[in-house]
């Protein structure tokens, strides 16, 4: 196993192991890992074991208990108001030490996203629109708060309309990280503010608060052989197309996503003209957090060529 990787310190693995063998009832060890780096913004990977291996996600950051409490949270909300597939937490599904704040999941047979099969990748949009069939009485969500990425995201319903909800809650906040992480300029700025308090006469129809994802682009997905699985969920009720968005705003995926979806649930004629809304606070949060990167800096692009098309 090696070593260099946080997630295999002795003291990490020590804490894992006690977990997950208080959660199967009897001794369980860690016989190898498998690095996940690539594949999350924390150190991540899978502890292997038998008769089930142990993914795991490491926080160093004060906030991390928080967020990864936000994220189990999320998980059991969308399971049990949806009935959609989430991971299982290991015993309480966190462990915290001098190492920091680590989430313990049960790992899944995955099938790799260049593996899938046409069948799976409609799974995805299946999941997605059953998640949506569970509605709200309002936008948002009272019981608690959460993150996009490493974002606090406030989740308290505001105003009646969805346009007031993004707006307040979704849109203006990312902009304000945006512009404090100084790697907006001050005309695109503007431009943003602008266009949310035009908000109403470009959301369309008024939607039914519906239960989202929150974070829905692809990797925040995983298959296996015969089922989707919903990953690193913010989960709030909202317009189904703010998760519709996101399915493809960092890369593109087959039109099967979007088939799979439509076998449950419609999509509106109208939701091509208002992707690149529901993006922006995404694209606004990449800035915030990694603006000042070689993946970061183009989105500055984005956001300005997004406004533009609603002058």
């Known amino acids: 196993m090696t070593t260099q990787h946080p997630l295999c ?26 690095d996940l780096d690539d594949r999350a913004s924390h150190p991540a990977g899978i502890l ?29 909300l969308l399971r049990e108001r949806a009935g959609v597939a989430t991971p299982v937490p290991v015993g309480a599904g966190l462990v915290t030490g001098a190492f920091g704040s680590v ?17 799976q990748w409609r799974s995805i949009g299946r999941a997605l629109a059953i998640a949506h069939r569970a509605r709200g009485e309002r936008h948002g969500l009272a019981e608690f708060d959460g993150f ?33 992480s100084g790697h907006l300029p001050a005309e695109v700025a503007g431009a943003v503010a602008r266009l949310a308090g035009r908000l109403p006469e470009l959301c369309g129809p008024e939607p039914e608060p519906s239960l989202l994802h929150g974070d829905a682009q692809q990797n925040n997905f995983l298959t296996t052989a015969d089922a989707a699985v919903l990953l690193d969920t913010a989960p709030g009720y909202g317009h189904p197309e703010a998760d519709l968005a996101l399915l493809d705003y960092f890369a593109p995926v087959p039109g099967e996503v979007f088939d799979g979806y439509r076998e449950v649930a419609p999509i509106d004629p109208g ?38 098309r609603y002058r």
């Open 48 to 76: 292997h074991g038998a008769p089930f291996s142990v993914f795991v996600k490491l926080d160093r950051a004060a906030s991390g208990p928080e967020q990864f409490t936000a994220e189990l949270r999320g998980h059991r």
């Open 148 to 180: 996009f990425g490493p974002l606090p995201q406030d989740n308290q319903p505001v105003g009646t309309t969805w346009a007031q909800f993004y707006a307040e809650r979704r849109l203006l906040p990312r902009l304000r990280d945006a512009v404090d």
């Open 9 to 34: 310190a002795p003291a990490v693995v020590t804490a894992v192991e006690q977990a997950a063998s208080a959660h199967r009832g009897r001794p369980w060890t860690v016989t190898g890992f498998t």
């Open 271 to 308: 939701f091509g003209q208002r992707r690149e809304l529901w993006r922006l606070h995404g694209y606004l949060a990449v800035l915030a957090v990694d603006g000042s990167s070689a993946f970061g800096r183009p989105f500055v692009r984005r956001v300005a060529e997004a406004v533009a």
């Open 103 to 119: 989430l313990m999941l049960e790992a899944l047979p995955e099938v790799p996203a260049q593996a899938r099969t046409a069948a």
